[in-house]
């Protein structure tokens, strides 16, 4: 099994914009907290992403 990307962690910031944006402008009423929320967790996946794949691969022996 692969290692995950170096850059996996720092795509968080890049994510959270993103998913804040869409939802603010397409959907979920677009109210602060809700955006806000939606950006926070999408902003948390792939630091999260990171450490299950780390996790695995420790699991597998490696």
């Known amino acids: 099994?692969?290692?995950?990307?170096?850059?996996?962690?720092?795509?968080?910031?890049?994510l959270a914009a993103g998913i804040g944006a869409a939802v603010g402008e397409y959907g979920l009423g677009g109210g602060f907290w809700t955006?806000?929320?939606?950006?926070?967790?999408?902003?948390?996946?792939?630091?999260?992403?990171?450490?299950?794949?780390?996790w695995r691969l420790r699991g597998k022996g490696h």
């Open 1 to 14: 099994m692969l290692k995950p990307p170096t850059w996996l962690p720092w795509l968080g910031p890049v």
């Open 35 to 54: 955006v806000l929320g939606a950006a926070l967790i999408g902003g948390f996946l792939p630091i999260l992403a990171n450490a299950l794949w780390k």
